[in-house]
């Protein structure tokens, strides 16, 4: 058959473009290196049988504000969203912890003397966030649909999350921006990472951090099962190597990063091209460790054990410190830990009374070190027994996230650094960032606006190019 649109890689992005194009009614063709599809969103037993591990994204706050999941029916595909009551908590030493669950205002009541000023900051961007998070999905060179709600959230946001803590006296709040704002995998020093913390806040009191019962993999399986039933082909195991290798199509949209392009590009760019191309830039990487556990983690803070995801390092300087380190090229001894325990709303992941755990540290960008000690004891440190429950663990190093997909440049997880610039102008400072130099040729992963996460919104605005140069008069 031959297709309208032939679509590399089968991210969430490459899905999401490829269904945005086929409800549009175009003939669209996925092809995927993996033996399955699915990208940075699959699930499998890394560990012990009966163990269901995400091996990438596990916790979805992006996909439960995007546009593009809920304009599917995900139920009647197959996908419940489980949203802890707790979204996430972080741990201090002597059994404290911050924690945000529910209202502004609950959250609010656990900061003691920052409460007042936890409201003041978030109440009007809670209010806002669905006009704000809209806006931060599209391609951001455009301009906001709202800005006055987007200046409420960009005026503090532009400030480095360092800068921004100094509204906060306690070490649960100034904790808690610094683990939000430390996704960004940037030193918290860095303008920008602010809004990045804002922004994880705000979406955690308005739609929560949800996981999917059974699997991250699950929608990857509802994208897939609706291309197929619009028409649209999925073909697996088979790495595209040039353009010249893919059938005729109309557009190809390649759900890969800047580098990849270059390479599949062959002779078709100029040497300025190369350059221009060349200038982005990949951020760290990451160790990651799934754990099988015979119990919950007995986290001392009761609000951890609630928690769907825990942001394990300690005070702010404590976290700022781990980033500054792997900013600087160095393996911290006490990293800060991104650590998810899917269990505590979706039993299915594991034999009844035990439990999966997630987690991973940042390091230098390639790195070949397994940080799996340093994590445990990172855990061990606010969870004393933890070590005493692991059964089994599987440890991928940053070297390893690219060996398991190319698009992880030395084990960078968000398709490149996020920051303010690239945040801006993602991969290059072109008008519409998802056109390439060559013709027909666009970009669709999360190399483009708005950036990493499970979204799709990078594959969506993609296909809108698409479809907008496709439709328009010769
Ligand atoms: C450890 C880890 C934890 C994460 N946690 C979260 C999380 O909790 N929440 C969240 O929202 N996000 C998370 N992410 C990020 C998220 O997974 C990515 O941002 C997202 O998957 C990007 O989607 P994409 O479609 O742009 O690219 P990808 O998902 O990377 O998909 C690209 C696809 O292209 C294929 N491909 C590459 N080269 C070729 C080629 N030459 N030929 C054919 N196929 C090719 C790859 O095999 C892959 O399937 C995490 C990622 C990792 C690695």
């Given at each position: 058959m031959s297709a309208d649109a032939v679509v590399v890689g089968s991210g969430p992005n490459g899905l999401a473009a490829a269904l945005t194009l086929a409800k549009a009614g175009c003939k669209v063709r996925v092809i995927e290196g993996a033996d399955t599809p699915g990208g940075g969103c699959r699930t499998a037993?890394?560990?012990?049988?009966g163990f269901r591990h995400d091996i990438c994204s596990a916790v979805h706050p992006l996909a439960a504000a995007s546009p593009f999941f809920l304009g599917l029916d995900l139920p009647s595909l197959g996908v419940r969203l489980r949203t802890p009551k707790v979204a996430f908590a972080h741990p201090l030493d002597g059994g404290r912890a911050g924690w945000l669950a529910g209202s502004v205002d609950e959250t609010a009541g656990g900061l003691g003397r920052d409460g007042q000023t936890y409201r003041r900051l978030f109440e009007p961007l809670v209010q806002h966030a669905p006009l704000i998070l809209p806006d931060l999905l599209a391609p951001l060179r455009s301009v906001p649909a709202h800005p006055l709600a987007m200046a409420r959230f960009g005026v503090p946001g532009l400030a480095p999350a360092k800068v921004l803590a100094r509204r906060f006296r306690t070490d649960e709040a100034r904790g808690l921006l610094a683990g939000a704002a430390a996704h960004t995998m940037l030193p918290l020093d860095t303008p920008g990472t602010g809004a990045f913390g804002l922004m994880f806040m705000m979406i955690a009191h308005a739609v929560g951090w949800p996981f999917v019962e059974g699997g991250s993999g699950r929608l990857v399986d509802a994208l897939t099962s609706e291309l197929l039933a619009l028409g649209g082909e999925v073909q697996t195991g088979r790495w595209v190597r040039s353009l010249r290798d893919l059938p005729p199509s109309r557009a190809v949209l390649l759900d890969l990063t800047p580098r990849q392009f270059t390479e599949l590009a062959d002779d078709s760019l100029t040497a300025r091209q190369r350059r221009s191309l060349g200038r982005f830039r990949y951020g760290p990487g990451v160790c990651k460790v799934d754990w099988a556990l015979s119990g919950p983690v007995p986290w001392q803070a009761a609000a951890c054990r609630e928690a769907g995801t825990i942001h394990v390092a300690g005070t702010f300087d404590e976290v700022a410190g781990s980033e500054a380190d792997v900013g600087a090229g160095r393996h911290p001894d006490r990293p800060f830990c991104l650590v998810a325990q899917p269990g505590v709303v979706d039993p299915t992941r594991a034999p009844a009374g035990q439990q999966t755990l997630w987690g991973y540290c940042h390091v230098p960008p390639g790195s070949d070190v397994d940080m799996s000690a340093r994590i445990e004891a990172q855990i061990e440190r606010f969870a004393p027994g933890f070590t005493d429950l692991i059964l089994a663990r599987s440890v991928r190093t940053a070297a390893d996230m690219e060996r398991y997909n190319p698009n992880y440049i030395g084990g960078d997880i968000n398709g490149g650094a996020a920051t303010l610039r690239q945040t801006v102008l993602r991969p290059t400072p072109r008008w519409n960032p998802y056109r390439t130099p060559v013709p027909g040729v666009y970009l669709c992963s999360s190399s483009t606006p708005p950036g990493g996460g499970v979204h799709g919104m990078c594959g969506v605005n993609a296909a809108q190019s698409v479809l907008a140069d496709l439709h328009a008069p010769k």
């Open positions: 037993e890394l560990t012990l049988p």
